[in-house]
């Protein structure tokens, strides 16, 4: 792109979605300057996706929008921290058709009108390679309240909102894979980010990941941080109605393939059993809140059936009896 033409598509795409914040500066300074809430830290994450690997290449802008925004708040949920802004790095294919491009960024504005965050600065580029969108969200938390992965101590129960393996099977669906419930694809190309919830469990929650790589996999990344073993109980983890249609039908390596399954963005928790009470207190009719194992001492993760036995799952999802 052109200079001028950047300098254009800054002023008149990118400028309206700063709506006004003072700490953008209009767009037209070097950097963006915020002033952080008092006695509060600053709580920064960035997510970079590409075309054709982390949203498909065919996907309508409005997906890869949405996609960009919720992975990088699902990351300030699983912080419990509160969004302030973003900034966006948006680097386009050289052939990019200005229709997709404005459809992307109109994409970009409703997602962040839904969750009240402003753009406070960025970059745009062009790239003989394929659309790139990186945004770095910048958001806050009272002073020493971020939760972590780190904090899990054993004889905390392990909790999870929401279901699990929905964005797995609706991405499937998406793909035309024959049997995956297409109900589910908007778990896919809309995940919920759990914001509220993520607030609320400040005090609550001992550690806690966002669901981006799949329910074994980010259970593993709280057992490393912490120094702990995390046993999830299998026939506890929570199913949509579509997904349990589909398990049924589905046949050996059904299972694994939801507790492996990447993208759902719930948020996997631990809390000491004291808290129970006052954390099934935030569950809600679209939210629910279940409780999946315990964290005990050792390392790694063990998944069991409901007759006790240790799940074989690899990370294809393929379940090994
Ligand atoms: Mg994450």
Redesign the pocket.
Known sequence: MASGGEFDFIRTRLGPLTRNHAAALGLSDDAAVLDPPEGCQLVLACDTLVAGVHFRADDPPETAASRAMRSNL??MA?MGAEPLGYLSALTWPRDIAPDWRDAFVAGLAAEQDRFGVPLLGGDTTSTPGPMTVTLTLIGSVPQGAALTRGGAAADDDIWVSGTIGDAALGLAAQEGEAGAPAELIDRYTRPESRLELGRALRGLASAA??I?DGLLADAGHIAETSGLALTIEAGDVPLSAPARTWLAGAGEGGLGRLLTGGDDYELLFTAPPAHRAAIAALAGAHMPLTRIGRAEAGAGVVCRDASGETLKIDRDGFTHF
Request: proline share 0%.
């Open positions: 699902s990351d699983a990941i966002d981006s």
